[in-house]
């Protein structure tokens, strides 16, 4: 009897035993006709895995469900490297299964759900999330500071669902501009997934340009009925519908709405090209008045952008410098959604508790962008003033936040931040 996976194609648990087949020769078939949200709903499926998740595999000997624990079944069926070579080896490739489902998965999937409107969405638990997975992806850029793969020297069972895992982070929530705080879990990644075993189930994988903005928690839905000859005409012609994409890679039923395009991306063109500016700004290492804030006012295009100045409304609460600082950290981690239409800079000023946050905005458009000010809830805890450019002292303030210049306003300053 062939071993049959109950699972969309693209469930990234899935990924985890497909690869692990390739990997250990075992055959392993995906089920016929499966249908989220259906087939897992029936008594059937209900009898193989009481709780009604996918993924589930039917073996010889009964079902069995957690895609870890499939994982392990299917590797141990031959004899291959999957688990290493002695007591060690295994030890330390469970080490990091737990670790990858724990640290890693567990805080991608509590940044995923309330994003992409399965949870609802909580600010505070957002950052929580991500500051654990940061620390998650540290610790594990480290130990591949000096290692190939986790355990060993060739793939082991920790790989394939460690790597399964940053699949969903880095197709839908981690951008260039955040792993590259990892280089070496990137390196890491993009060696795994282009591995011929790997690259047979996942495809080409391309990395998320955006953090996809935040939807609104779905009400339930009318309950769909377990399959019935009645309505199968109907879920034919359902199935013609191409799926964007994206929505391949992720885990629940529905494939969410195609994203209106943004309004931004239909102002009339601007000569100012904004990530040519980001990229002048990075790389004026030295001279920066007259290399790089030239360089902005020359390419600066006052009808296709604008420049707001924010001042943080309670800043009589900043008395602990790492707090403002992480304050801050946050609020340009939420702007992420904005990286293509913006760029900024934002002060923490002061010698001494409390400290001033002042920033400086480049935004596309003469507004402050609306998905911005509904979608970021920092932006409300500033107030913001667009920048006067008949006004010299102005431009010049804007010229001091752009280089950083210290003494700001008469004060040190304890850190600058850029969003670019
Ligand atoms: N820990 C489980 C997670 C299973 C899981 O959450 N499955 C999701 C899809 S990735 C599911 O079936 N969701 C449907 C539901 O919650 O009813 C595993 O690794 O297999």
């Not at 991608?108 to 505070?124: E, F, K, M, N, Q």
């Not at 290492?285 to 006052?302: C, H, L, Q, S």
């Not at 010229?399 to 850029?418: R, S, T, W, Y």
Request: charged content about 25%; aromatic content about 12%; some cysteine.
């Amino acid at each position: 009897m062939a071993l049959v996976l109950y699972s969309s194609k693209t469930n990234k648990n899935a990924f985890k035993t497909l690869i692990v087949a390739e990997y250990a020769g075992v055959k392993v078939e995906l089920a016929a006709n499966f249908e989220m949200g259906v087939t897992n709903k029936t008594p059937e499926f209900i009898k193989m895995n009481p709780i009604g998740k996918i993924p589930v595999l039917q073996t010889p000997d009964g079902p069995v469900f957690e895609s870890n624990a499939i994982a392990r079944y299917v590797a141990r069926l031959t004899d291959n490297a999957l688990y290493g070579s002695s007591l060690i080896d295994y030890a330390h490739i469970e080490q990091w299964i737990d670790f990858s489902t724990l640290e890693i998965d567990a805080n991608l999937v509590s940044w995923y759900r309330p994003r992409t409107g399965r949870a609802p969405y909580l600010p505070p638990a957002e950052e929580a999330a991500i500051s654990a997975l940061k620390r998650g992806l540290a610790a594990l850029d480290s130990h591949l500071a000096s290692n190939t793969y986790l355990v060993g020297h060739s793939v082991t069972l920790a790989d394939i669902i460690l790597t399964s895992n940053l699949y969903l982070g880095f197709t839908i929530l981690l951008t260039k501009s955040f792993t590259s705080e990892f280089p070496h879990v990137e390196r890491y990644f993009w060696t795994l997934v282009n591995q011929p075993n790997f690259k047979k189930i996942l495809g080409e994988v391309k990395q998320t340009e955006s953090l996809p903005p935040v939807q609104s928690a779905k009400k339930p839905e009318p309950k769909k009925e377990a399959k019935s000859k009645k309505d199968e005409p109907k879920k034919e012609a359902k199935k013609e519908a191409p799926k964007p994409a994206k929505a391949e890679a992720e885990e629940e039923e529905e494939a969410p709405k195609p994203k209106p395009k943004n309004p931004l991306d239909l102002l009339p063109p601007s000569k100012m090209i904004l990530d040519e500016w980001k990229r002048l700004y990075s790389n004026t290492k030295t001279n920066f008045r007259e290399v790089a804030i030239k360089g902005f006012w020359d390419m600066y295009d006052p009808e296709g952008y604008s420049l707001w100045f924010c001042d943080y409304k309670y800043n009589d609460e900043n008395t602990v410098s790492f707090v403002t600082l992480n304050k801050v950290g946050g609020f340009l981690q939420r702007m992420d959604l904005a990286r293509k239409y913006a760029f900024g800079k934002m002060l923490v000023i002061g010698s001494g508790p409390p400290f001033k946050v002042k920033g400086l905005w480049l935004f596309r458009g003469q507004e402050i962008p609306q998905f911005v000010i509904d979608e970021c809830y920092d932006m409300e805890l500033y107030d913001w003033k667009k920048v006067d450019l008949s006004d010299e002292a102005q431009k010049e303030r804007v010229n001091q936040m752009i280089e950083d210049a210290e003494p700001f306003e008469g004060e040190a300053l304890l850190d600058a931040k850029c969003f670019k």
